[in-house]
């Protein structure tokens, strides 16, 4: 009985300690007009608006950040999220990926002591999943990285190399990310269902700086998954899990039609 207690004085502690350490989290969404499979994505339009303002929109729904802002290479993202109204700021073309962007635009900027990286083609963001993730995060001191993931079943997700899996310890820690699916079974088969990963990171500004100085890594290159850099250094991620996410990064032409014919079917847009 005394444990009980004990431990319940503890958890409501620690959402205390929360509260009263108010730290500002900034959403970023890095986007770039230059993408290998799909050229000038971020401006294609699904349904009515072009794709990075409809992730604009569910990421501003999230009521863990303080703010979001669009992080850009290119004059044409950056006068369609203007004139929509959006916060955007532009940074530099040498940038390698994401992280690396938004490491730029925290550098110069003091605002923000907690960083959430939101691709700009997750185009059905789930907010309430977000901001579980930045509830976990901030109750977890020990993770240094935090990021997002949902089971999955269907053979055909599980096999394709556009969409990056995880595997976690005991502790919710990332093992490892990669393109190809894990685990595999011993026949080669693939399993009854694995993690999927979403992409959506969390970091402090310090692991957000110390990470995007670092090299980039052997494992990091040859999968094309920017989070193994933090893997290699032996950075802890913290892999939040959520249920029924409707996951859908646009890397593909196959990929634009699902996302056209999923919102033309919640919102009867017509192409």
Request: with cysteine; hydrophobic share 40%; glycine share 6%.
């Amino acid at each position: 009985m005394i444990a009980k207690i004990i431990s319940s004085i503890q958890k409501k502690q620690i959402k205390l300690d929360v509260l009263k350490t108010k730290v500002k989290v900034i959403g970023c969404i890095p986007s770039r007009y230059a993408s290998t499979r799909l050229p000038g994505k971020p401006l294609l339009k699904i349904g009515d608006k072009p794709m990075i303002l409809h992730v604009l929109d569910r990421a501003k729904q999230c009521k863990g950040l303080d703010e979001v802002v669009v992080l850009t290479d290119d004059k044409r993202i950056y006068k369609v999220v203007d004139e929509a109204g959006g916060h955007v700021s532009m940074t530099s073309p040498d940038c390698a990926n994401g992280t690396e962007r938004i490491a730029e635009y925290a550098a110069s900027s003091p605002i923000g002591d907690i960083f959430v990286n939101i691709q700009g083609d997750e185009v059905l963001l789930n907010a309430e999943a977000v901001d579980g993730l930045v509830a976990d995060f901030l109750k977890r001191p020990d993770h240094q990285m935090g990021t997002l993931a949902h089971w999955e079943s269907e053979a055909a997700i599980l096999g394709t190399a556009s969409t990056a899996k995880v595997v976690v310890d005991l502790e919710g820690k990332a093992l490892y990310f990669s393109r190809n699916c894990l685990p595999m079974k011993q026949n080669g088969t693939l399993p009854e269902r694995a993690l999927i990963h979403i992409g959506v990171y969390i970091y402090t500004r310090e692991i957000l700086l110390r990470i995007a100085a670092l090299e980039p890594t052997v494992l990091e290159k040859t999968e094309h998954l920017e989070q193994l850099r933090a893997l290699e250094h032996g950075i802890k991620i913290g892999v939040t899990i959520v249920d029924d996410y409707q996951s859908l990064s646009v890397d593909t032409e196959d990929d634009l039609t699902k996302a056209q014919k999923i919102f033309a079917s919640l919102y009867r847009i017509k192409y």
